[in-house]
């Protein structure tokens, strides 16, 4: 493929739709999930990469070696580019890549080339009310489209992207609802994407909204694992704008265990649980 044009993208996935398409030039994927677990706002640091080699080992039991090829090894090509003229970020709108995408940006501003040009693409949906779609759902001769109407992203587009950053590694509610993420036009769903990080700080009762909302599911009758976590994702689809995979839903199944009981590999609310909900 050709070297005048990198594309970074969000995962393997739209990678391989890429790749069949007509669209020239290499290619990066972004392999981390940068929606959980501990930050730090210099993105590549040393000190970003222990904190994130610590969570995986402790979350997932994955070893610094295989964290490194997976994830560092690839990441780490974003630090010199200066080889291309174009540089391409594909990235939906949604939390989990929307937050991708501000380490990505601070990441390349602080690695900035002055004659590479920075384009943002991204699908913007048509009605409201419809569900966003991601990549994969398109076909090559949709990326094509798509691609035509990437945005440009200046230095100043990169610097407020990585302000932003900042902003949610610091993780202050109140900075985070004063601060306009709207500032910038080139960003269009940052805004929505963060009011919706706010509803996973917790409310009066302990619980952010994603816990509330499985003991909700466990209530209405739906009990195993497998369940629960296919009706959070059609959930998310319909009403949210999380981006979650499987994983990340796993895991808030499995803080919740003061709130429930396993019998027979079905989950029901405890005492506690019912209380919590007002059931």
Request: glycine residues 4%; proline residues 1%; aromatic residues 14%.
């Amino acid at each position: 493929m050709s070297n005048n044009t990198i594309h970074i993208l969000n995962n393997d996935a739209t990678a391989q739709i890429l790749e069949k398409s007509e669209i020239k030039g290499d290619i990066i994927v972004w392999r981390e999930m940068l929606c959980e677990g501990a930050l730090h706002k210099n993105v590549g640091s040393d000190e970003f990469w222990k904190k994130r080699y610590a969570y995986f080992k402790k979350k997932f039991n994955i070893e610094p070696i295989k964290y490194y090829d997976t994830t560092i090894r690839e990441i780490k090509k974003v630090e010199d580019l200066s080889n291309y003229n174009e540089v391409v970020l594909w990235f939906e709108c949604n939390l989990f890549q929307q937050l991708n995408l501000l380490a990505l940006c601070t990441y390349l501003v602080t690695n900035y080339v002055k004659k590479t040009t920075y384009f943002l693409v991204y699908f913007e949906k048509e009605n409201e009310k419809e569900p966003v779609q991601p990549f994969t759902n398109f076909s090559t001769i949709n990326f094509k489209s798509i691609f035509k109407n990437k945005i440009r992203l200046s230095k100043a587009s990169l610097l407020f992207a990585k302000e932003s950053w900042e902003m949610y590694v610091e993780n202050d509610i109140d900075k985070l609802q004063k601060f306009n993420f709207n500032k910038n036009s080139k960003f269009k769903c940052l805004q929505k994407t963060i009011n919706q990080h706010l509803l996973r700080f917790p409310n009066e009762k302990g619980l952010n909204q994603i816990e509330y909302k499985i003991l909700r599911i466990v209530n209405s009758g739906i009990f195993t694992e497998k369940q629960i976590i296919r009706t959070l994702l059609i959930w998310q689809q319909k009403e949210t704008v999380y981006g979650f995979g499987e994983l990340q839903y796993f895991n808030y199944l499995k803080q919740l265990k003061k709130y429930v009981e396993i019998k027979e590999s079905k989950i029901y609310l405890n005492k506690k649980g019912r209380e919590v909900i007002g059931v």
